[in-house]
């Protein structure tokens, strides 16, 4: 099945600064790729997203990539905020499938 | 127009026991879909179900768990003789029909099992 892992598991960064977190994906037939964020007692909540025939995508101060060749796609956040602070979790889909397989998520806190 | 909704937020069960998990999609979404988190970690598929179908149950243990989307009514996921190890958080999904696989997704807040 479909494996997908995502790097780091934790993130500090401070106020202002860049934070990127990448996710490796294992079946080319993958096609979708959601990035969610959530936040403490809260189902994941859905913030940018990019399908395979594009390789970048940007949201104001959020960004994603994705190079297919490689089975890679990357989250960009630019100027953090405090209210940033929270688990990232990468997602793929294949075309045929029905099902997120999500990464293992990232904590990210944005010191002021 | 509510969100997903998912009750109890917490459940408490001693061993053994029965839990039920509730599920009510989003307004005009037919597709359920439900996932569980351990902690610490990702959210890992377990069933896909449309209004009296189960679609895909994959990511379902063969035995005590159950689920189902009843033509009226929430979605249910069901555990029969709860052990410590289903103690996690229980998430559902839900979607729009004719969107692509993925598309459209949202998730209700969860409910949390604990198994004492």
């Known amino acids: 099945g479909e494996n997908v892992e995502q790097h780091p598991s934790t993130l500090s960064v401070q106020e202002g600064d860049s934070a990127v977190i990448k996710c490796t994906y294992s079946?080319?037939?993958?096609?979708?790729f959601p990035w969610y964020k959530q936040e403490l007692g809260k189902g994941p909540q859905l913030i940018i997203d990019?399908?395979?025939?594009?390789g970048e995508k940007k949201d104001q101060r959020i960004a994603v990539t994705l190079n297919k060749t490689a089975k890679h796609f990357s989250l960009h956040i630019t100027e953090t905020q405090p209210e940033d602070s929270a688990v990232y979790f990468c997602?793929?889909?294949?075309?045929?499938?029905?099902?997120?397989?999500f990464g293992g998520g990232t904590r990210v806190l944005v010191k002021p | 127009n509510a969100g997903v909704m998912q009750n109890p937020r917490h459940l408490v069960r001693r061993r053994g026991q029965e839990a039920r998990l509730r599920c009510s999609p989003m307004?005009?979404?037919?597709?359920v879909y439900w996932y569980r988190q351990l902690p610490e970690e990702g959210l890992k598929f377990m069933v896909y179900l449309q209004k009296e179908n189960i679609i895909d149950e994959s990511g379902m243990p063969k035995e005590r768990f159950s689920a189902e989307f009843p033509k009226e009514g929430p979605s249910i996921l069901r555990i029969q003789q709860v052990v410590r190890g289903d103690s996690a958080a229980y998430f559902c999904?839900?979607?729009?029909?004719?969107?692509?696989?993925?598309?459209?997704?949202?998730f209700g807040s969860g409910t949390r099992l604990t198994v004492v």
């Open positions: 997602a793929v889909v294949k075309a045929a499938g029905n099902k997120l397989t």
């Open positions: 307004k005009g979404h037919s597709h």
């Open positions: 990019i399908r395979s025939n594009v």
């Open positions: 079946d080319s037939a993958s096609n979708y």
């Open positions: 999904a839900s979607s729009p029909a004719g969107m692509g696989p993925g598309y459209g997704y949202t």
